[in-house]
């Protein structure tokens, strides 16, 4: 079964970067479109990013222009770079996967335990 393992959280400066990491176990990443999803305290999930198996991204408007994905199938991981943050983007990001073409956030079939960010000067 394929296991999905966040990393690269912690405190970050507004206007800071930081990068989170999302390494899989289990089985290759390389058919799997992986997305970033984050939980807020006191608000819903939001899907924040998401690449696909063939390297195609997509991004929430929240992170548009600061926030990158990427993928390095070798090392069976993914990797969400994140510039310029807000206090905005405090939450906690999970990792997920998916045999689906695109990421439905909402029915990803593997899901990580999460990495806490908190963005606060």
């Known amino acids: 079964q394929l296991q999905l393992v966040e990393s690269g959280g912690g405190l970050g400066q507004p206007g800071g970067s930081l990068r989170l990491s999302c390494t899989a176990s289990g089985y290759i990443l390389d058919y799997y479109a992986i997305g970033w999803i984050r939980q807020a305290p006191g608000k819903e999930r939001e899907g924040v990013s998401c690449?696909?198996?063939?390297?195609?991204?997509n991004y929430a408007d929240s992170v548009k222009g600061r926030f990158t994905i990427s993928r390095d199938n070798a090392k069976n991981t993914v990797y969400l770079q994140m510039n310029s943050l807000k206090p905005e983007d405090t939450a906690v990001y999970y990792c997920a996967a998916t045999r689906d073409v695109v990421c439905n956030y909402s029915d990803m079939d593997y899901w990580g335990k999460g990495t806490l960010v908190t963005v606060s000067s």
């Open positions: 690449i696909s198996s063939g390297g195609k991204t």
